[in-house]
């Protein structure tokens, strides 16, 4: 069966580093989403993107994070100026059809644990 | 509350006991789901009821969605130790771009 590939599954930076986090999703999937999930807490949202263009983001997505399908596998999310707090586990996810359709799930990824020190 | 809240937020039951999780939202949704994540895991996609349903079935999964209420339900007939996991509800908006929400979810614990 298919599924959503991520690498690293750790990563451990320094605060003030440049990280990129990587995805291979499902290959007939053309819609591509980053979440995260802090310690003991929800799954939040953080991007969702579409076409080579990011379709909604959240308010977490500030200046300091970027989404990028270098080519016609990949999906990386950077962040360019590592925080303590972004010290979480990211998630990737696609799916066939776009999210708030009738007929859309998500396939999640295994996920990459970052640890900012 | 925020969009997509599950109660109860922990769950212990025995083996063999029925599991019920609820979830609730603020939001009109075009379709809501559910997930399960065992610890330090991705996410497992379990089921998807359309606004249009009021309830679905798969395997020992049932899902109820009440949209007046604003609110579904999650049965797990006849739990299993290997049911223990943590329990999402994620809703799908149609915000103009593609946003799904998660809410906190409920910790079940089944007891062997």
């Known amino acids: 069966e298919p599924e959503v590939t991520q690498t690293p599954s750790h990563q451990v930076t320094q605060m003030g580093q440049e990280v990129i986090l990587r995805c291979v999703p499902i290959s007939n999937h053309l819609y591509f989403y980053w979440y995260r999930q802090i310690l003991g807490q929800k799954v939040e949202f953080l991007v969702s993107f579409y076409n080579n263009e990011i379709s909604e983001k959240s308010e977490i997505f500030d200046d300091q994070f970027s989404v990028e399908r270098p080519d016609g596998s990949n999906f990386t999310l950077k962040i360019r100026s590592t925080k303590l707090e972004d010290s979480a586990m990211y998630f990737c996810a696609s799916s066939e059809y776009p999210g708030g359709w009738d007929t859309d799930t998500q396939y999640f990824g295994p996920g990459t644990r970052l640890t900012v020190l | 509350s925020q969009q997509g809240e599950e109660d109860p937020q922990a769950l212990s039951i025995q083996e063999g006991e029925n599991a019920t999780m609820n979830c609730s939202y603020k939001?009109?949704?075009?379709?809501l789901q559910w997930y399960r994540q065992n610890s330090g895991r991705g996410l497992v996609h379990l089921i998807l009821i359309r606004s249009n349903e009021r309830e679905k079935h798969s395997g020992r999964l049932r899902v109820t969605l009440d949209t007046s209420k604003k609110s579904s339900s999650l049965l797990i007939t006849a739990s299993r130790a290997a049911d223990t996991a943590s329990y999402f509800c994620?809703?799908?908006?149609?915000?103009?771009?593609?946003?799904?929400?998660f809410g906190a979810g409920t910790r079940l614990f089944v007891k062997a």
């Open positions: 994620a809703t799908a908006t149609d915000t103009g771009g593609f946003k799904t929400i």
């Open positions: 939001t009109s949704i075009n379709n």
